[in-house]
């Protein structure tokens, strides 16, 4: 499959090593989750920027730097993202751990759709059809199995979480 420049494919049904889902495992976890709340949604995009995007703080996990510009400020806006590949199409999931409200970021992409991720260019599009859907968390579980308990705690405060596909502009 081709590669989008510098943002390496990630192709969701790639095997995954031992180490990856003990990893992801962990990362299911409230201490985790407290962590990823409190901590490193900060640093990260800090740490991708700094290091070119070779180097975040989801270690072995598909993570790319998020470049959207503020949907009032349109001031440039980052965010480490988990992403993968559905074909030549890039797919992030707007989950914010679950909570009741979608991440800013989300929010952004949806004021101006063009955005960048890893540095290469795209238009962020809302995927609503919900076999499209469907099939696409079926993916996104095989990358990030802690997706489905984000799913279900979103539920309980009425929210669904939005998935984007990044098409080539």
């Known amino acids: 499959m081709p590669g989008h420049g510098s943002l390496r494919y990630v192709d969701p049904r790639a095997p995954r ?5 003990a990893y992801v495992r962990f ?21 991708m920027r700094l290091t070119r995007g070779r180097l975040g703080m989801g270690l072995m996990l598909p ?6 510009r503020g949907a009032r400020t349109g001031e ?5 993202v988990i992403y993968f590949h559905d ?10 751990l679950g909570a009741a409200t979608h991440p ?33 968390w079926e993916l996104a579980d095989l990358v990030f199995p802690p997706y489905a308990a984000y799913r279900d705690r979103a539920a ?7 998935i984007l596909q990044l098409v080539d502009r």
């Not at 090593?17 to 889902?21: H, N």
């Not at 993570?63 to 959207?68: C, K, M, Q, S, W």
């Open 156 to 162: 309980l405060t009425g929210r669904t979480i939005p």
């Open 63 to 68: 993570t790319a730097l998020l470049e959207t």
């Open 17 to 21: 090593g031992r180490l990856y889902r």
């Open 104 to 136: 800013a970021w989300f929010h952004n992409a949806r004021a101006n759709p063009d955005v960048a991720l890893g540095g290469q260019r795209f238009r962020a599009e809302v995927v609503s059809d919900e076999a499209e859907r469907s099939r696409l």
């Open 76 to 80: 440039v806006r980052r965010h480490a």
């Open 87 to 96: 074909g030549d199409l890039v797919t992030i999931v707007a989950s914010k």
């Open 27 to 47: 990362l299911g976890t409230s201490i985790a989750a407290w962590l990823s709340k409190n901590i490193v949604w900060k640093i990260d995009p800090i740490v």
